[in-house]
């Protein structure tokens, strides 16, 4: 069964360090997002793409975070400069035409020290 | 903006119970689709049951079922017969259709805890 992939599943960076995370959406899919989920707090949503551009993008993202889809697989979420309180769970999620459902990855934990 | 709430942070039950998790929202919109997504420990994201707002049957799906009450804004879950394997943190979402552009809005959660 197809699924969602994110890489690297846990990454480790100092302050103020730029990180790449990455994600690969299912293969049909048209749309994607990103989402955040700080430790024991609930899911939120960051930004979502479509024709690559961004549709909507919430106030938690700011001018230090950008998305690319480089080529016709991977989905990026770049964090310019690390802020301790960057530190979170980094959900993607696709969806195609159908049925309005989101797939999630698995996340890639993010800590920043 | 909508907004979704759910008022029990945490339940327990016996295996082969059977549980509901309640979840309520709030919105203007008139067509919109209701989710639940279970979060186990690997803190993986599964789709668990979808809900259009236009169908006025519940949804199911094996042992999960819904009770949406579309006047008093009610999205509640039930899981039937209960395995261990259902522990897990579950989240209730709602989404406003548009198609490019349908984040989802989550509720904070009800931690369920199977007990054998």
């Known amino acids: 069964e197809p699924e969602v992939t994110q890489t690297p599943s846990h990454q480790v960076t100092q302050m103020g360090q730029e990180v790449i995370l990455r994600c690969v959406p299912i293969?049909?899919?048209?749309?994607f997002y990103w989402y955040r989920q700080i430790l024991g707090q609930k899911v939120e949503f960051l930004v979502s793409?479509?024709?690559?551009?961004?549709?909507?993008k919430s106030e938690i993202f700011d001018d230090q975070f950008s998305v690319e889809r480089p080529d016709g697989s991977n989905f990026t979420l770049k964090i310019r400069s690390t802020k301790l309180e960057d530190s979170a769970m980094y959900f993607c999620?696709?969806?195609?035409?159908?049925?309005?459902?989101?797939?999630f990855g698995p996340g890639t934990r993010l800590t920043v020290t | 903006a909508q907004t979704v709430t759910q008022s029990q942070p945490e339940m327990s039950v016996q295996e082969a119970e059977t549980v509901t998790l309640s979840c309520t929202y709030d919105?203007?919109?008139?067509?919109?689709?209701l989710f639940w997504y279970k979060q186990p420990p690997s803190r993986q994201m599964i789709l668990v049951i979808r809900?259009?707002?236009?169908?006025?049957q519940n949804a199911t799906e094996n042992r999960f079922s819904v009770n949406f009450q579309k006047a008093a804004k009610s999205f509640s879950l039930k899981i039937s017969d209960s395995q261990l394997g259902d522990t897990a943190m579950y989240f209730c979402a709602f989404m406003r259709p548009n198609f490019g552009n349908e984040k989802l809005t989550f509720g904070t959660g009800t931690r369920l805890t199977i007990i054998p």
């Open positions: 293969s049909n899919h048209l749309y």
């Open positions: 999620a696709s969806s195609g035409e159908v049925a309005h459902e989101q797939y």
């Open positions: 793409f479509y024709n690559n551009e961004i549709s909507e």
């Open positions: 809900q259009e707002a236009y169908k006025q």
């Open positions: 919105t203007s919109e008139s067509n919109y689709y």
